[in-house]
């Protein structure tokens, strides 16, 4: 069985430190705590309009940090040239619209095919680990395998909100469709990772799944460190993920 790493996203320490300008708290102090808590990665999104963080916070983690830097980027020139230069362990392309508040739903590989083959190529050339966050249609996953990225991320943000939000059959429809995308992303050899709106117990849950290698959690890690501080919350969410993933083999 594969371990199941957990990638911790930073993004909203830099969204409180832009809240007020200045330098705190600091996204790369943030990363570094997380990291001695146990966690595997650092994931952070250069936004179009750098509403979190900044280039110079990616150029920081990149040379601070001692665990792989996931680097979340649109597909677009500015963004594969900050990370041609930036060179992160990987790059996983999102799709960015300026009026969103956080990433929804997954890029349409199908319908950006000819805009993301080269970008696909040009960061997998460089020696970038380039992940495609997409929905678990099939099709979109098909779509990835085909563009050559070695990794997909499943985008959970759906089943999450409609647990949330108690619609229970929406939410199992959802789960499904999860369990059978990492199946059928495994079976055409991508790695699957999986991410957006995850809490201890979808964390724990998708942890039972096998397919899946790598959770990347921001939002609610950063919001329950308030509480918790983040040490503790990333060492609860690492217990979340290996109750679940001992459930693989029960
Ligand atoms: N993975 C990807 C590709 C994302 O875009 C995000 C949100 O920035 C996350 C994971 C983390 O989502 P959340 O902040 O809801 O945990």
New binding site residues.
């Given amino acids: 069985m594969k371990r199941l790493r957990l990638?911790v996203?930073v993004?909203?320490v830099a969204t409180i430190r832009n809240a007020r300008g200045g330098r705190h708290p600091d996204p790369v102090r943030a990363a570094k705590l997380a990291i001695a808590a146990g966690c595997d990665g650092i994931?952070a999104?250069l936004r179009e309009d750098r509403r979190h963080i900044r280039d110079d916070d990616i150029a920081r983690l990149k040379a601070e940090i001692d665990k792989p830097l996931n680097f979340?980027m649109a597909a677009t020139r500015e963004m594969v040239d900050i990370a041609l230069k930036t060179r992160p362990h990987a790059a996983?392309l999102?799709p960015e619209k300026r009026t969103e508040r956080?990433?929804e739903g997954g890029l349409d590989a199908v319908g950006q095919r000819a805009q993301l083959a080269p970008v696909v190529r040009e960061l997998k050339h460089t020696g970038i680990r380039v992940?495609l966050?997409i929905g678990a249609a099939p099709a979109q996953i098909e779509m990835a395998a085909e563009l050559g990225a070695p990794v997909i991320?499943i985008?959970t943000?759906s089943w999450?909100d409609a647990l949330t939000e108690g619609r229970v059959a929406e939410a199992k429809t959802e789960w499904q469709l999860i369990q059978d995308g990492a199946q059928l992303a495994a079976s055409l050899g991508l790695e699957v990772?999986a991410?957006?709106?995850?809490d201890y117990g979808t964390a724990e849950t998708i942890a039972s799944l096998p397919q899946v290698v790598e959770l990347?959690?921001?939002?609610?890690?950063?919001g329950e460190a308030v509480f918790e501080g983040l040490p503790e919350t990333v060492k609860f969410m690492r217990a979340a993920m290996d109750r679940g993933r001992k459930k693989v083999s029960e």
């Fill in positions: 990638g996203n993004d909203h994931t999104h979340e996983c999102v956080t990433t992940s966050f991320e985008h943000g999450c990772h991410g957006h709106g995850l990347n959690i921001g939002h609610f890690l950063i």
